[in-house]
């Protein structure tokens, strides 16, 4: 269902293809999608109903300018349809066709504050199955903030919006991409241990307990956040405030 305030953009494929044949087709390409491609469908994946423009995705994705983003979304949208033989997708600029490659990914709209790309339903689901992206439901939640021995009642801790930007796939995955997936403690890595079982898995700490903020912040996934063995986290919160991570890696060693 289009917004009351968004105009359709002609702009958009004749028949999208199924979640399968984008599964096909991404696996057929998969070894030519280069790193900006890459995050470029990632963080559209992220954003907030999977809505973004030009713009917003280049700051999203850490690339220098919108004419970034749309060269390389572009040449991904070529490379899939010359691999998989779905038509060229075309709409009307200055009366003149010119190939759309970019709607091979999203829908696009006109709105007031630009224009927005939404991403196809078909191609996030394929991102999951392809195991490109983590959905948020799937991810183990750890609510290392809250104590013990406290008492909520049902929804308070949903309100905490710190846990709930955590949880969220976007910084828990820049965390990871910036430090590893091996404990920032002790080194640990589940995949060296485990193989594939473990791979990619690890706690996410907080290094500022919500319970010292006294208003809602934005958690910087760099800065905020580490990433920690069970074991390690679970020592980390053995004390009210939690140990530090220097603290933790000085009484290790002793």
Same mark, same amino acid.
């Given at each position: ?44 994946y992220f954003a907030p109903s ?23 979304? /572009?040449? #991904? !949208?070529?490379? *899939?349809?010359?691999?998989?033989? +779905? ?7 200055? &009366? ?98 485990? /193989?594939? #079982? !473990?791979?990619? *898995?690890?706690?996410?700490?907080? +290094? ?7 208003? &809602? ?38």
């Amino acid at each position: 269902m289009v917004h009351p305030d968004r105009k359709l953009s002609s702009c958009r494929l004749s028949k999208v293809p199924s979640t399968a044949e984008y599964v096909a087709g991404l696996r057929k390409i998969q070894s030519r999608i280069n790193e900006i491609q890459m995050r470029l469908l990632q963080e559209q994946y992220f954003a907030p109903s999977r809505s973004v423009t030009a713009p917003e995705l280049a700051k999203l994705a850490g690339v220098s300018s919108y004419q970034v983003v749309n060269l390389n979304y /572009g040449k #991904l !949208g070529r490379l *899939f349809c010359e691999e998989t033989g +779905l038509e060229k997708p075309i709409g009307n600029e200055a &009366e003149l066709k010119v190939a759309k490659w970019w709607t091979v990914w999203s829908i696009g709209y006109s709105t007031h504050t630009g224009f927005l790309w939404e991403m196809h339903s078909e191609v996030a689901e394929s991102l999951e199955i392809l195991g490109w992206v983590t959905p948020a439901a799937t991810l183990p939640t750890f609510p290392d903030e809250v104590e013990e021995n406290q008492v909520f009642r049902e929804g308070a801790v949903c309100k905490v919006a710190v846990n709930a930007y955590e949880r969220n796939p976007y910084a828990r995955q820049h965390c990871i991409k910036h430090y590893g997936t091996s404990c920032c403690v002790c080194g640990f890595n589940f995949g060296e241990w485990f /193989g594939e #079982l !473990g791979e990619g *898995f690890i706690h996410v700490h907080h +290094l500022c307990p919500i319970s010292e903020i006294a208003e &809602e912040y934005e958690v910087d996934p760099i800065q905020d956040l580490r990433p920690v063995c069970p074991n390690c986290h679970a020592m980390i919160h053995r004390r009210s405030p939690p140990f530090s991570i220097e603290e933790i890696i000085t009484l290790r060693k002793r």
